[in-house]
């Protein structure tokens, strides 16, 4: 990657916020960041104990678990580091390098995840009969591994288009992690071609992933209509409520974020904190509550321990 950048350090500025908040903030932030890697950890280990879940929803959804630790890790310590300590702003340019990435390629590919999911779900509805042939082990694998590989494409496109610019200062970002707008605002040069690429990158992604999703639960809703008993319908909904929620969870803040004009720093801070600390614990909590499934299996789980 050329880099002509004279920054060796940027200062991230946090959430907008008073002082007086910082403490609870920390503890608000803290309890939340616990909870999404134990809840997230817990479903990765169900789902690995128990036998009767080795299907392929929960072969995705043990993946979406281990995004979302991982995609809340990236974020939520070093905004702690910010509210607690005075220095704690403060990350290399390397590292501010490996956060964009990172960031990126856990989010985009959470994206395509949720895409497959939808597409798992349209197969277990729709085509009840052909469903194990459709999605068997490989299929699965195949599927999975496509998602983390074009995350990996995606991010690697973003961050190579915001760090080939030179930073030659000011050197603070209006953020609590290093993403891609406010970090492009420091450039010494002009971004407005950065941007649009960008834009069209992410909106391409973003989009494209959502009207697959959307088709998809048209034609799974379509299907849900033709079953006869309201037992199978009820359940049938149930099934994809969940996914429903989680992805307009991750969805419409990024798109607020990202694909809007007049970008602002501050409004932009506070929304991302939907789709980077309160979605990654809402999946687990989700999942967990309206499955039954889970529900059985952890109980289970918690039998073997005690």
């Not at 959804?61 to 704690?88: C, E, H, R």
């Not at 990172?102 to 939808?118: D, N, P």
């Not at 941007?195 to 048209?218: K, P, Q, T």
Request: glycine share 6%; proline share 5%.
């Amino acid at each position: 990657m050329r880099n002509m950048s004279v920054v060796t350090t940027f200062i991230l500025t946090g959430l907008p916020h008073a002082p007086a908040l910082d403490i609870p903030l920390f503890g608000i932030f803290l309890v939340i960041y616990v909870l999404t890697v134990v809840g997230n950890l817990l479903i990765l280990l169900v789902i690995t104990v128990d036998s009767h879940l080795h299907t392929p929803m929960y072969y995705f959804l043990a993946n979406l678990s281990f995004i979302d630790m991982w995609f809340s890790t990236i974020t939520v310590p070093k905004m702690l580091m910010t509210l607690i300590s005075p220095g704690g702003g403060a990350i290399s340019f390397h590292s501010c390098v490996a956060q964009l990435y990172s960031f990126h390629f856990l989010g985009s590919t959470e994206c395509f995840l949720y895409t497959v999911m939808s597409y798992d779900r349209y197969l277990a509805i729709s085509e009840p009969l052909r469903y194990a042939s459709l999605m068997g082990g490989r299929a699965c694998a195949l599927l999975a591994t496509t998602t983390w590989l074009s995350g990996s494409l995606h991010s690697a496109v973003q961050t190579t288009l915001t760090f080939r610019l030179p930073y030659c200062g000011p050197s603070q970002i209006q953020h609590y992690f290093c993403d891609g707008p406010p970090i492009l605002r420091l450039a010494c040069a002009d971004t407005s071609m950065n941007e649009r690429v960008i834009f069209v990158n992410i909106g391409v992604v973003a989009s494209g992933c959502f009207l697959l999703i959307v088709g998809s639960y048209v034609s799974i809703v379509c299907s849900i209509l033709k079953i006869r008993t309201s037992e199978g319908r009820c359940r049938a909904f149930q099934t994809c409520t969940s996914h429903c929620i989680v992805v307009l969870c991750f969805f419409v803040p990024c798109v607020f974020v990202y694909l809007r004009p007049g970008s602002k720093d501050a409004v932009d801070g506070i929304v991302a904190v939907f789709y980077t600390v309160l979605t990654p614990l809402l999946n687990p909590v989700v999942y967990t509550l309206r499955n039954k499934e889970v529900k059985k299996a952890l109980l289970k789980l918690k039998d073997k321990v005690t």
